[in-house]
């Protein structure tokens, strides 16, 4: 019996040690079968940003198992650019989640004030602003290509109208997703404005309120709390030239 349970004991060690944790493979070399992770870290203006850390992972998050793997780290050349080769575990294809993460810091320090750093942005559960999460990866031919791209900063003018609500739970807003960093569709975040979740709100009957915004396109929710309901609705605004732009209004 004793020696029964010293067996099971000794297989559950294994399974929590295989199955939970963290790996660091980033001191290994792939020479074979290695899968390609290229692209190209820039501001609008296509002036490519160095010496910026970026970080191949893969986590597998299951019931029995919370499994990381840090796969390769590399760094962005001097016109922005990061090519790695990496290898892929056979029982990681199509299981699991890779991610790129890139240095944050890098170019919140990098790049100028007519740019949005990543601390002008609002963060958010995922995808993180500094992360792109790949779904999966079906062999070892594949070739991931995806840029990191930071938009210049504009303006928009807003007006808020006819705010009349006594009830004081009643909001009207409006927010504002542009697109940033990899370029996937998910990859948008909200602007920061006078608080940081990335709204402004009315404050009066009628106000008027500056919202961050890109050159392209930037995805508005304009809020509308009443007595409890969210009548709120999306639109989408596109900028060539915000001086040409007319001020954009919004009625409760």
């Given at each position: 019996?004793?020696?029964?349970?010293?067996?099971?004991?000794?297989?559950?060690?294994?399974?929590l040690?295989?199955?939970?944790?963290?790996?660091?493979?980033?001191?290994?070399?792939?020479?074979?079968?290695?899968?390609?992770?290229?692209?190209?870290?820039?501001?609008?203006?296509?002036?490519?940003?160095?010496?910026?850390?970026?970080?191949?992972?893969?986590?597998?998050?299951?019931?029995?198992?919370?499994?990381?793997?840090?796969?390769?780290?590399?760094?962005?050349?001097?016109?922005?650019?990061?090519?790695?080769?990496a290898?892929?575990?056979?029982?990681?294809?199509?299981?699991?989640?890779?991610?790129?993460?890139?240095?944050?810091?890098?170019i919140?320090?990098?790049?100028?004030?007519?740019?949005?750093?990543?601390?002008?942005?609002?963060?958010?559960?995922?995808?993180?602003?500094?992360?792109?999460?790949?779904?999966?990866?079906?062999?070892?031919?594949?070739?991931?290509?995806?840029?990191?791209?930071?938009?210049?900063?504009?303006?928009?003018?807003?007006?808020?109208?006819?705010f009349?609500?006594?009830?004081?739970?009643?909001?009207?807003?409006?927010?504002n997703?542009?697109?940033?960093?990899f370029?996937?569709?998910?990859?948008?975040?909200?602007?920061?404005?006078?608080?940081?979740t990335?709204?402004?709100?009315?404050?009066?009957?009628?106000?008027?309120?500056?919202?961050?915004?890109?050159?392209?396109?930037?995805?508005?929710?304009?809020i509308?709390?009443?007595?409890?309901?969210?009548?709120?609705?999306?639109?989408?605004?596109?900028?060539?030239n915000?001086?040409?732009?007319?001020?954009?209004?919004?009625?409760?």
């Open positions: 019996m004793k020696s029964l349970i010293k067996y099971l004991f000794l297989v559950l060690s294994i399974c040690t295989s199955c939970y944790g963290t790996d660091d493979d980033t001191d290994k070399v792939c020479n074979g079968n290695c899968n390609t992770f290229n692209g190209r870290i820039y501001t609008e203006n296509n002036v490519g940003i160095s010496d910026v850390e970026i970080t191949l992972s893969y986590s597998l998050n299951q019931i029995g198992a919370n499994y990381n793997r840090i796969i390769a780290k590399s760094k962005t050349d001097s016109n922005g650019n990061y090519n790695f080769e290898f892929i575990k056979d029982n990681e294809f199509n299981v699991g989640f890779f991610h790129l993460t890139i240095d944050q810091n890098k919140e320090n990098a790049i100028t004030s007519e740019f949005y750093k990543p601390s002008e942005l609002v963060n958010q559960v995922a995808p993180n602003i500094n992360e792109c999460i790949i779904p999966n990866l079906e062999n070892r031919t594949q070739i991931t290509n995806i840029d990191y791209k930071i938009p210049y900063k504009t303006n928009l003018t807003v007006n808020l109208n006819n009349n609500s006594t009830n004081p739970n009643d909001r009207f807003g409006v927010g997703r542009i697109p940033y960093g370029q996937l569709d998910i990859n948008r975040f909200l602007t920061k404005q006078n608080t940081d990335g709204f402004g709100y009315a404050n009066g009957v009628n106000s008027t309120i500056i919202i961050p915004s890109v050159y392209g396109e930037n995805n508005f929710r304009v509308r709390f009443k007595n409890g309901l969210d009548e709120g609705t999306n639109e989408t605004i596109l900028v060539n915000p001086n040409t732009n007319l001020p954009i209004n919004y009625t409760y």
